[in-house]
């Protein structure tokens, strides 16, 4: 999920504002939300709002307030497997984000595994992780193929492997720390789940995504199915439905990212995950 270009003038005022974090000031930190633009509750074209990441709601506030813990957001818009492992790895935007720079919901230099590796070790009671990645994946090796449906066809076995093998070393480097807390894997919706191919496309990353759960105890939560049902009303149409931004080139048409009323979905689904592995 892909960041835009932002104006030069951008550079002046970030210099008047800070960077956030989901975390108020002496509350309890009880999860640590890693992952892509999802998370971050990215908005496409949104000009000067990028220098203060407060005007964006990804699931990990919501999910904070239904839970009344601290979340701490350590999300990149843009982020892939390859990037969050590695400052070298493709990305689908992130490093263009931060090297502007523009503030993500917490600061933080190196890479976002980096980030969580020490801030899980310092931090032994959090309760909980949430991520959300792949997506951003499916985009660079769809870029690759030019789009074409016979690269796509013949290279999605190995890209899906890939995608798997990347999502173990995440979840093996986030349990090499030592924490034992629930790790939550939150997969993707379709676009459109009236698009047999998009949607079996969708179905097949999030399979990959979540290949390893079990291997390192974690769980996955089913927004997929979550959005399906909020689409049906509207013919499995998950623009039509309201659960995406509009597109900014075209109000008729949504991009990729959930609306507001989609983040709230993609939290209510974290929640009752979290809710029902409760010890």
């Known amino acids: ?117 020490q801030f899980l070790t310092h931090h032994r009671d959090v309760r909980f992780v949430t991520i959300s990645l792949g997506a951003n994946d499916g985009f660079i090796f769809e870029r690759g193929c030019k789009l074409d449906p016979v690269c796509i066809h013949n290279g999605l076995p190995a890209f899906l492997g890939a995608l798997a093998a990347n999502m173990g070393t995440i979840l093996a480097d986030l349990r090499g720390t030592g924490f034992g807390g629930k790790i939550v894997i939150v997969n993707y919706y379709s676009l459109d789940y009236s698009d047999a191919n998009q949607t079996a496309l969708t179905a097949a990353l999030n399979q990959a995504v979540g290949a390893y759960a079990s291997a390192y105890g974690a769980v996955v939560v089913d927004v997929f199915t979550a959005f399906g049902q909020a689409a049906t009303p509207a013919g499995g149409n998950t623009c039509n439905a309201g659960l995406l931004n509009v597109d900014p080139s075209n109000t008729m048409l949504c991009d ?21 592995s409760s010890d």
């Not at 000009?47 to 990804?58: D, I, K």
């Not at 400052?87 to 980030?115: I, K, M, W």
């Open 1 to 117: 999920m892909k960041t835009s270009r932002v104006v030069s003038q951008l550079f002046a005022l970030l210099a008047m504002v800070g960077t956030g974090s989901a975390l108020a000031e002496g509350h309890h930190v009880g999860g640590l939300a890693l992952g892509d633009s999802l998370v971050f509750g990215y908005i496409t074209q949104a000009g000067h709002e990028y220098v203060n990441p407060a005007n964006f709601l990804g699931y990990p506030e919501h999910l904070a307030s239904m839970l009344e813990v601290g979340v701490v957001n350590a999300s990149c818009p843009g982020e892939a497997t390859t990037s969050f492992l590695s400052a070298t790895g493709a990305d689908n935007g992130c490093h263009q984000f931060r090297a502007v720079p523009l503030p993500l919901h917490v600061a933080y230099s190196g890479t976002q595994v980096e980030f969580a590796k």
């Open 256 to 276: 990729k990212h959930p609306s507001q009323s989609g983040t709230r979905l993609i939290a209510e689904t974290v929640a009752r995950t979290l809710r029902g």
